[in-house]
């Protein structure tokens, strides 16, 4: 199950949405993040087809979502407000949206009771939703979106008002739905949620895609920000040396000494470069190390770094 | 080729009808029923109704009567002094109150609310976006609310009539009461025929504007009162209502004439239309309401 985009654009009036959007989504789980206001939910939106694109084309398993209606029984979508019949039960909503899928009456209650205990509503089930708590309001969302066991599924901020135990079920949820060859599509401001389920991300802000793709790929792509590379070695004696020598070598920008935790921090443009050169010079300077390490293609950096405005190749 | 997607569409719609049709008009009936201006209205209806009871109570003892077939038939004074049955006067009561009050005005308020509950609260609470992305045709979001809409509108405005001529039949006995069922049928006639007009007319104004509530109350107003008495009025939907009222009440002999239901134009000449196209009309409408309507729906982006 495929999602295509391809130089997708959409304005609201003079203002811009998103601009010059192309990507393609393949199965498995696949991160948008971005400040607010950056355009993820109007992506998602699109994708959906509950918007049309401006400019550009959107495809869904090669149709197109805002015309083809057959086409909505794929989707399953958590949306970041609140959406509820607040006069109806957690169960008589869930129910109610897989009788909008041909569902008999019978057979809905059953599989929506099934899939609201399996996310913890055993006992809230069968009250009113507006009696629930936030955390419970966002599992009956994800229950209502997957409960018909949908291919593509679109969850904006699903971890929002979610308590650690929710969040631990929902993530616990998305990565058996994405073994299951699903196609997942989650956008957060919890930069540590996405990183522990996906590489697979693509970065948006105002309007922009930033970059889309794996995690790692994305940092190599951006040879000319400077990357620090952490040494520890085993007696801090060698700490001074190091520094001294690793100055000699073209790829060093920089090294910086913390003396309190034992490291070196050597800042270059050339990453791989070191990664190959470094063994070499520390066995000709005998010095022994404990740990190598950059936390430079974690999600927080490169998210700071793109957002924030820095240029790649 | 498309005439046979189009059927199989059609026929795909009425097997989906089972398990769409129950839960949508459930919880839209359920929501139009604890709607407080729904109360509110019905309270506003019912005032007519305590008005005939203190009348009856207050004029029970002074009425005189005459048996005929072992019947009482309660009779009154006409303007020449002779005594005429009183259910001839009280059925005409009837027929004028309802006309004025719930046929034109509380009927097209219950309108303009229920569409405006059934479709633009879904927009309002942001539920209409999750019905955009389950697999249900623009067309079934509407119709099924549309028939909710109708069902509540001619229910609650049936219930009303109903008992506002028995309270007004009252006075005439049982034999009035019996006697005039026919007119009760006329206005239920008349009230189906305006709901299934109006909900449509209103349920594309939700859709397509913003500010359904005065937008209905301007076409009321602009559309259906001052056009409706003009040479134009066989553009509004009261036009159509009246031929069917004019044509009843004279089959039932009345002495009524075309200038007293408005159906005259500026020459003096009846353009009253025939019951049957009125009826065929006030269908066309609305099946181009639900055409319109669906368009809308389908095309709103969020």
């Known amino acids: 199950m495929s999602i295509r985009l391809e130089q997708v654009t959409k304005n609201y009036g003079n203002v811009q949405g998103i601009s010059n959007i192309s990507l393609e989504i393949e199965s498995g789980i696949t991160g948008i993040l971005g400040p607010n206001g950056a355009g993820k939910s109007t992506t998602m939106k699109i994708i959906l087809g509950l918007s049309r694109p401006s400019r550009g084309i959107v495809r869904v398993d090669g149709n197109d979502p805002f015309t083809d209606w057959k086409l909505k029984r794929k989707f399953g979508f958590v949306p970041e407000y609140d959406c509820f019949y607040e006069h109806m039960s957690g169960l008589d909503y869930v129910a109610y949206f897989l009788r909008m899928h041909d569902v008999d009456k019978e057979e809905a209650e059953k599989i929506a009771r099934k899939a609201l205990s399996e996310l913890g509503l055993d006992e809230a089930m069968e009250r009113k939703i507006n009696t629930y708590s936030r955390g419970m309001r966002q599992k009956t969302k994800v229950a209502r979106a997957t409960v018909f066991d949908p291919d593509i599924l679109i969850m904006d901020e699903p971890f929002q008002g979610a308590d650690p135990t929710t969040r631990g079920i929902l993530m616990k949820k998305m990565a058996e739905w994405a073994e299951k060859g699903k196609t997942i599509?989650?956008?957060?401001?919890?930069?540590?949620?996405?990183?522990?389920?996906?590489?697979?991300?693509?970065?948006?802000?105002?309007?922009?895609?930033?970059?889309?793709?794996?995690?790692?790929?994305?940092?190599?792509?951006?040879?000319?920000?400077?990357?620090?590379?952490?040494?520890?070695?085993?007696?801090?004696?060698?700490?001074?040396?190091?520094?001294?020598?690793?100055?000699?070598?073209?790829?060093?920008?920089?090294?910086?000494?913390?003396?309190?935790?034992?490291?070196?921090?050597?800042?270059?443009?050339?990453?791989?470069?070191?990664?190959?050169?470094?063994?070499?010079?520390?066995?000709?300077?005998?010095?022994?190390?404990?740990r190598i390490y950059s936390e430079d293609d974690s999600l927080d950096s490169l998210y700071e770094k793109l957002v924030e405005g820095a240029q790649w190749k | 080729m498309e005439m046979k997607n189009f059927g199989d569409e059609i026929i795909m719609f009425a097997k989906r009808t089972k398990n769409l049709f129950p839960p949508i008009v459930k919880?839209?009936?359920?929501?139009?029923?604890?709607?407080?201006?729904?109360?509110?209205?019905?309270?506003i209806l019912l005032l007519p109704c305590l008005f005939g009871i203190v009348l009856y109570n207050?004029?029970?003892?002074?009425?005189?009567?005459?048996?005929?077939?072992?019947?009482?038939?309660?009779?009154?004074?006409?303007?020449?002094?002779?005594?005429?049955?009183?259910?001839?006067?009280?059925?005409?009561?009837?027929?004028?109150?309802?006309?004025?009050?719930?046929?034109?005005?509380?009927?097209?308020?219950?309108?303009?609310?229920?569409?405006?509950?059934?479709?633009?609260?879904?927009?309002?609470?942001?539920?209409?976006?999750?019905?955009?992305?389950?697999?249900?045709?623009?067309?079934?979001?509407?119709?099924?609310?549309?028939?909710?809409?109708?069902?509540?509108?001619?229910?609650?405005?049936?219930?009303?009539?109903?008992?506002?001529?028995?309270?007004?039949?009252?006075?005439?006995?049982?034999?009035?009461?019996?006697?005039?069922?026919?007119?009760?049928?006329?206005?239920?006639?008349?009230?189906?025929?305006?709901?299934?007009?109006?909900?449509?007319?209103?349920?594309?104004?939700?859709?397509?504007?913003?500010?359904?509530?005065?937008?209905?109350?301007?076409?009321?107003?602009?559309?259906?009162?001052?056009?409706?008495?003009?040479?134009?009025?066989?553009?509004?939907?009261?036009?159509?209502?009246?031929s069917i009222l004019f044509d009843s009440t004279k089959e039932m002999s009345w002495d009524v004439v075309a200038s007293d239901y408005s159906l005259v134009n500026s020459k003096n000449d009846i353009i009253a239309t025939e019951p049957l196209t009125a009826v065929l009309i006030i269908v066309i409408i609305a099946i181009i309401t639900l055409i319109l309507g669906t368009r809308g729906l389908s095309n709103r982006q969020f």
């Not at chain 1, 990183?195 to 951006?222: F, P």
């Not at chain 2, 839209?28 to 509110?40: D, E, Q, S």
């Open chain 2, 27 to 43: 919880d839209c009936t359920y929501r139009l029923l604890v709607n407080k201006m729904t109360w509110v209205l019905i309270v």
């Open chain 2, 58 to 242: 207050e004029f029970e003892d002074e009425r005189e009567y005459e048996m005929q077939d072992g019947d009482k038939v309660y009779l009154f004074p006409d303007n020449n002094g002779n005594l005429v049955p009183l259910h001839i006067d009280l059925r005409e009561n009837f027929v004028n109150q309802s006309d004025l009050f719930n046929i034109s005005f509380v009927a097209i308020i219950l309108a303009i609310l229920f569409s405006s509950e059934l479709i633009n609260e879904e927009y309002t609470q942001k539920t209409m976006q999750l019905l955009r992305t389950t697999p249900i045709h623009s067309f079934e979001i509407l119709l099924y609310r549309y028939i909710a809409g109708v069902l509540c509108m001619f229910g609650i405005l049936g219930i009303y009539s109903i008992i506002f001529y028995l309270t007004t039949m009252m006075g005439s006995g049982q034999h009035g009461i019996i006697e005039n069922l026919d007119v009760l049928l006329l206005i239920l006639k008349v009230l189906l025929l305006e709901s299934i007009a109006f909900m449509g007319i209103f349920c594309v104004f939700t859709i397509y504007f913003n500010r359904p509530f005065l937008i209905g109350i301007a076409y009321w107003i602009i559309w259906e009162s001052i056009v409706s008495g003009q040479n134009y009025q066989k553009l509004t939907v009261t036009h159509y209502l009246n």
């Open chain 1, 185 to 290: 599509l989650i956008s957060s401001h919890i930069l540590n949620d996405v990183q522990s389920m996906t590489d697979n991300i693509m970065l948006i802000n105002n309007g922009k895609m930033l970059a889309y793709g794996d995690r790692h790929e994305i940092r190599k792509l951006m040879d000319n920000i400077p990357r620090p590379i952490s040494i520890v070695p085993l007696k801090k004696g060698n700490l001074r040396n190091l520094a001294k020598r690793m100055l000699d070598e073209k790829w060093t920008k920089s090294t910086t000494i913390d003396e309190d935790n034992n490291e070196l921090t050597v800042e270059t443009d050339q990453s791989e470069e070191v990664y190959m050169e470094l063994p070499r010079i520390l066995r000709n300077e005998k010095i022994s190390v404990q």
